[in-house]
Antibody, heavy 118, light 113 residues
Framework: EVQLVESGGGLVQPGGSLRLSCAAS????????MHWVRQVPGKGLVWVSR????????NHADSVKGRFTISRDNAKNTLYLQMNSLRAEDTAVYYC???????????WGQGTLVTVSS | DIVMTQSPDSLAVSLGERATINCKSS????????????VTWYQQKVGQPPRLLIY???TRESGVPDRFSGSGSGTDFTLTISSLQAEDVAVYYC?????????FGGGTKVEIK
């Protein structure tokens, strides 16, 4: 059974940093691109980042470029999102999702809430 | 960036009736390599992550009931629920998978009338 479990969310002050993790199981992690998508509670979905299966290629939304970094440890079957210089507008539930190909997201984790507030 | 515009924002449909959700892309999302439109539809129920329903604009994901169908070409796409069931109450999102950033529509909330 495919499972994606996010962790690392919490309350952080503006300007602070946080690293999210997404533990993957039930599939061959090294064969799949992975994405992060976020959602302000009660609002819509916003794509954040994507990483190639071997970690050699990444893309980020303009709103997080230069502040967030997506990475992965294929030996640990884990996806990461390093978030620096956090702003109030980064407050959201962050989901990791598996890309089955052509940027189609076929499995999603339950999400982890990040709150940026003083 | 490709803008995905969904309409309506919400709709209320009687049980057993048809629900139609529209999604318009600001530019073509057609892959010339396979002549397919890169539009994906997701369903999100309250308190749950999104669920994949339709990909390549019209291919139903395994396990998705056949009352869900996708159609469209060019820049106009539609998700249809042919006979609304109580368990279909959710927010539905389209997404373009053509180019980064892989933008979502704003969502359409479907309720029972």
């Amino acid at each position: 059974e495919v499972q994606l479990v996010e962790s690392g969310g919490g309350l952080v002050q503006p300007g602070g940093s946080l690293r999210l993790s997404c533990a993957a199981s039930g599939f061959t992690f090294t064969s799949y691109w992975m994405h992060w998508v976020r959602q302000v509670p009660g609002k819509g979905l916003v794509w954040v980042s994507r990483i190639k299966s071997d970690g050699s290629n990444t893309n980020h939304a303009d709103s997080v470029k230069g502040r967030f970094t997506i990475s992965r440890d294929n030996a640990k079957n884990t996806l990461y999102l390093q978030m620096n210089s956090l702003r109030a507008e980064d407050t959201a539930v962050y989901y990791c999702a598996r890309d089955r190909g052509w940027n189609v997201l076929d499995f999603w984790g339950q999400g982890t809430l990040v709150t940026v507030s003083s | 960036d490709i803008v995905m515009t969904q309409s309506p924002d919400s709709l209320a449909v009687s049980l057993g009736e048809r629900a139609t959700i529209n999604c318009k892309s600001s530019q073509s999302v057609l892959y010339s390599s396979n002549n397919k439109n890169c539009v994906t539809w997701y369903q999100q129920k309250v308190g749950q992550p999104p669920r994949l329903l339709i990909y390549w604009a019209s291919t139903r994901e395994s396990g998705v009931p056949d009352r869900f169908s996708g159609s469209g070409s060019g820049t106009d796409f539609t998700l249809t629920i042919s006979s609304l069931q109580a368990e279909d109450v959710a927010v539905y999102y389209c997404q373009q998978c053509y180019s980064s950033p892989f933008t979502f529509g704003g969502g359409t909330k479907v309720e029972i009338k």
